[in-house]
C-alpha cells in the first residue's frame, strides 16, 4: 500500500473568514491494510488554521466494509449524496469545529462545534470524493444540509455545509443564524433591567408596505424603511418598535410623511395584532412600541387620533404590561421577569396616559422628563453621508451611553433629505448596517466602552440584528 495525502477544505461564505477549521477522530472505519502504522487513531485531532484543509494520511483503497461502517451510521438522506455510500476508503465521526471573524462579529470571532459529524472518502472514476453527514444533519436539497452545533457560549447554531464548484474535495459552509433571533431574551437573567439590555429597534417599523402614497410615483424608495412586516421584524430579533399614527382613509394606520408628500403603512390593527400573535407564541420576549408623531398636519385631528388608539388598546389588556405605580421608571425599575409575553406600549404625549392600564408616558431625554415613565436619548443625524452620521452617533454614545435612568439609542440611520442626489432608503441601510458589526466590535470590545440600550436600524434582517443581540451574552467573543 501507499500513503497518500488525502486533502478535505472547508471554505465559509456569508462574509464571514475562516481562522481555524479541526476535527477530531472518535470512531472510525478504514479499509484493512490501508493504515499500517496508525496513522489514525481515536482522539486524533487535524487542524487546518487559516487554509481551511484537513489532511489524512492513509492508503485509497475502496471496500463494501467501510462503506456499511458508514451506513450503519449516518442514514443516507443525512450525507451531502443524499444516498448509501457503495464503496469508500475511509469513515470517521467526529467533532467539527470552526472558528470565524467577520460577519457579525465584524473584528471579534467565535467557535462553533459540531457533533457526530461523518466525514469520509470514496472513488469515483477519476477523483477521491468526500462525503459529509451526520445522524443529526437534515437534508435541503442540492446536495445541501443544515448541522445543528454550538457557540462557544454554549448557544445553538445552525450551519449549512454543501459541495464546493469542484464536487470533490471542497464543502462550502454557510453560517446561518447564530442564535435563535425570535427567541433571544429567554437567555437573559429575569433579574436584569431593561437599561441593562442591548436591543435591536425599528425605526418607522410600520413602513414595510406602501399604501396612498403622494406622489403616486416616484415616492416609495424614499419612504418605504423596512422590510418585513412587525411580525418578521419581531421574529429577526427587533424589541423596540417606532409606531407613527394617523387616520386615514377610515381606519388608523402607520406613515411616513412630509407634509402630503410620503405613504401610509401597515394598518395599527395589524401591528397589534401581529405584535400581541408573536408574545403568546414568544412568552419569553417583550416588545416596546413607541407611538409618536401623531398626526396634525393638512386637516387631521390629533385628539381624534390619540382617542381612536385608546379605545382600540383595549383589545389588547391580556398582553400589555401595567404597572400600579404612576412614576415608575421603566428603563431602572421594571426588570425582564416581570414583562415577558407582554407589549410596553408608551406615549410621547399626556391623553389617556394611566400605568394601571398599560399606557406609559414617553419623552425624549433632550426635553423635561417630569412625569415620564421611560426617557429615551435619541437624537439622530438627519444626513445621508455615512461618515458624518457615524461620527456624530460615536459622539453622542460616548457622552450619553451608559447604563443610566434612561435608555441610549444609538440611531444608526442615515436620511434622505434630498431624492434628486440622495440614494434611498434601501441602499443608505445598507451601507449603515453593513458597517455596524465592525462599529460595535471596535467601540465594545477592543476600545470596552459601553453598550447602547437600543440601536436603531432601517431594514431589519437577521444579519444586522444578530450583530446587536449577541452582546448580551457571555463567551461569545474569544
Not at 448541522?147 to 454543501?162: D, L, Q
Not at 394617523?246 to 408628500?261: I, K, M, N, Q, S
Not at 405613504?263 to 409618536?292: M, W, Y
Request: aromatic content about 12%.
Amino acid at each position: 500500500m501507499t500513503y497518500r495525502d488525502n486533502d478535505v477544505y472547508f471554505r465559509v461564505d456569508g462574509g464571514y473568514t475562516l481562522i481555524n477549521a479541526s476535527y477530531t477522530i472518535e470512531s472510525f472505519s478504514i479499509t484493512p491494510g490501508q493504515d499500517p502504522y496508525r496513522h489514525i487513531s481515536q482522539g486524533l485531532v487535524t487542524s487546518s488554521y487559516c487554509s481551511g484543509k484537513l489532511l489524512f494520511r492513509i492508503g485509497r483503497k475502496g471496500s463494501t466494509e467501510v462503506a456499511a461502517w458508514f451506513n450503519d451510521r449516518v442514514p443516507a438522506a443525512k450525507t451531502n449524496f443524499n444516498h448509501p455510500a457503495g464503496y469508500l476508503n475511509f469513515a470517521f465521526l467526529g467533532t467539527l469545529r470552526l472558528t470565524l471573524t467577520g460577519g457579525v462579529f465584524g473584528g471579534g470571532s467565535n467557535t462553533f462545534t459540531f457533533s457526530n459529524i461523518a466525514l469520509a472518502q470514496g472513488d469515483s472514476t477519476f477523483s477521491s470524493n468526500w462525503w459529509f453527514g451526520g445522524p443529526d444533519c437534515q437534508d435541503i436539497q442540492n446536495n445541501q444540509l443544515t448541522a445543528p452545533g454550538v457557540n462557544a457560549g454554549g448557544a445553538r447554531v445552525s450551519f449549512t455545509f454543501r459541495l464546493g464548484t469542484n464536487g470533490v474535495n471542497t464543502i462550502l459552509v454557510t453560517p446561518g443564524q447564530l442564535l435563535d433571533t425570535a427567541n433571544w431574551m429567554q437567555g437573559l437573567n429575569n433579574a436584569l433591567a431593561l437599561n441593562q439590555i442591548m436591543m435591536p429597534g425599528s425605526h418607522d417599523a410600520g413602513m414595510s408596505e406602501l399604501h396612498h402614497c403622494a406622489p403616486a410615483i416616484g415616492i416609495g424608495g424614499y419612504t418605504q424603511t423596512q422590510s418585513g412586516s412587525i411580525a418578521q421584524q419581531l421574529a429577526d430579533g427587533s424589541r423596540y418598535f417606532d409606531i407613527r399614527v394617523d387616520y386615514d382613509y377610515g381606519e388608523l394606520v402607520t406613515y411616513h410623511r412630509a407634509g402630503p408628500a410620503g405613504c401610509n403603512g401597515q394598518a395599527l390593527l395589524t401591528v397589534l395584532d401581529q405584535a400581541r400573535d408573536f408574545l403568546l407564541a414568544h412568552p419569553t420576549e417583550t416588545a416596546i412600541l413607541k407611538f409618536s408623531h401623531i398626526r396634525s398636519a393638512w386637516g387631521h385631528d390629533p385628539a381624534d387620533i390619540k382617542q381612536r388608539i385608546n379605545v382600540l388598546l383595549d383589545n389588547y389588556n391580556n398582553v400589555m404590561y401595567t404597572n400600579n405605580t404612576p412614576n415608575i421608571n421603566l428603563a431602572t425599575q421594571v426588570t425582564l421577569g416581570t414583562v415577558r409575553g407582554r407589549m410596553i406600549l408608551v406615549f410621547d404625549y399626556r391623553e389617556y396616559i394611566n400605568p394601571a392600564t398599560g399606557r406609559f408616558r414617553y419623552l425624549d431625554r433632550t426635553a423635561s422628563q417630569a412625569g415620564a415613565n421611560l426617557t429615551v436619548y435619541d437624537v439622530y443625524s438627519n444626513t445621508a453621508d455615512y461618515d458624518t452620521m457615524k461620527q456624530d452617533q460615536l459622539a453622542k454614545w460616548q457622552t450619553y451611553g451608559g447604563v443610566r435612568d434612561y435608555l441610549f439609542l444609538l440611531s444608526w440611520t442615515l436620511t434622505a433629505n434630498n431624492p434628486l442626489k440622495d440614494s434611498n432608503i434601501q441602499t443608505l441601510a445598507t451601507l449603515a448596517n453593513g458597517n455596524l458589526p465592525g462599529v460595535l466590535y471596535d467601540r465594545i470590545i477592543t476600545a470596552q466602552g459601553s453598550k447602547p440600550n437600543i440601536v436603531y436600524l432601517d431594514y431589519i434582517n437577521p444579519v444586522v440584528t444578530q450583530s446587536v443581540i449577541l452582546y448580551n451574552f457571555p463567551g461569545v467573543w474569544i
